[in-house]
């Protein structure tokens, strides 16, 4: 919701770590809508763009899914090494260092393409992980100048700029990018020439997004509260674990955050692959243009729109009236990949309008996650809020 922070939305004040000597910085126009815009591409490439981009290499559906999911684990657990990075240089130094590796990475997945037979997995696999980890601690060192260069005034300001240039770079992944790779397999008629083509294009857009923040990216600042050395942030981390697992009716918090969108996690892999997958095998048979079509634009469109809405549903009544109907929101829309695949229409138009309901109870759906995650959990594993990462 437009000038609403989320720390407003869980029912409570902006809170920014204190920082020790507060640096100044370049106009956050000139880097927070750009280091955003690089984590959403990164984010979506390793998870759903890879899921499609398996599945055009070859690889059965299960196994593209698994490859994909398991690729999401380092987002999932970041947290185990963030505190580490207080140690050492600056947050700037490691997303600029993150930006440059990932680029390198997704040279190398292009050059791995083009192995030929199978022998391209093992490579390719190696390095779109690799690039999960690096992208997972650019993720972490983006936060980090975020919510310790502005003021908590400033991070409610541009926490609008910094969502949606998220989801623009999810957008540009899931969208442009999907879709020129079928352009390229027609014209190629080479679906591992194609993904070469597309991996190199993003590896020197994430190069050039580092150059450009060599240059913008201010340094970050040092929380007062910042370990001293490995073995402060290792007990830090270990404190605040242990006081996790100590709070109240703990495992029933994490199994409802858990099952909340545990329906919409299996149909985040399966889906897409349903959709490419041939009509022989009782598929859809999209092309890459298509799938691009649909969700780089509708889907990507309808989600930032379920998100705002959801955003005004909470505002209004508050997450504790409105959390049933957010999860129905998320859960209930999933029926509709049922009715495609005992349909299986041809109209591409009709497929659009249902995947786009779906990722808009989707959007809706996922601000109450959020805000749950935020209230119930986050302030049980620290003290410090930071501002987090927008949704996929």
Known sequence: MPGTTIEALADGPPVTPAVVNPVSYKNPFLWVPSSYLAMGLVYVTVGSVANIMFKNMGMPNDQAAFWS?????????KFLWAP????????????????????????????????????????AL????????????????????????????????????QSMCWNGGALLAKGPFVSVSG????????????????????????????????RMLPAGGKSVDAP?????????????????????????LVAFAFFYRFGYGLLDK????????????????????????????FGSGAFIVGSLVGGWIVSRAGLRKTLLLLCLCIN?????????????????????????????????????????????????????????SPPP
């Open 69 to 77: 999911s398991l690729l999401g684990f380092p987002y999932t657990f």
């Open 228 to 252: 001293k050395t490995f073995g402060d942030a290792m007990r830090g981390f270990g404190d605040a674990f242990a006081t996790f697992f100590q709070k109240k009716d703990v495992l029933r």
């Open 270 to 297: 399966m889906g897409p692959l349903f959709l490419i997958d041939s009509r022989a095998n009782h598929g859809l048979g999209l092309s890459n243009q298509e799938i691009g079509f649909i969700y780089g634009t």
């Open 84 to 123: 580490a990075l207080e140690l050492y240089k600056t947050k700037k130094f490691f997303v600029i260092l993150m930006q440059f590796a990932i680029a390198a990475a997704l040279v190398g997945v292009a050059l791995a393409l083009k192995l030929g037979g199978a022998n391209w997995v093992g490579p």
């Open 183 to 214: 352009v390229l397999k027609e014209s190629t008629h080479s679906y591992a020439t194609a993904w070469t083509i597309i991996m190199f294009a993003m590896g020197a857009l994430v190069f050039l997004a580092a150059l450009y923040h060599s």
């Open 332 to 388: 209930v829309p999933n029926v509709t990949f049922l009715f495609l695949s005992q349909a299986l229409p041809t109209n591409t138009y009709l497929i659009t309008v249902i995947v786009t309901i779906e990722q808009l109870g989707w959007g809706i759906g996922a601000v109450g996650h959020m805000i749950y995650m935020m209230q119930q959990i986050a302030p049980a594993l620290t003290r410090r809020r930071t501002t987090p």
């Open 126 to 161: 190696t390095l779109i992980a690799i690039t999960a980890v690096l992208g997972a601690t650019q993720d972490i060192g983006t936060d980090g100048v975020y919510v310790t260069t502005l003021t908590p005034k400033d991070q409610a300001k541009y926490l609008g700029f």
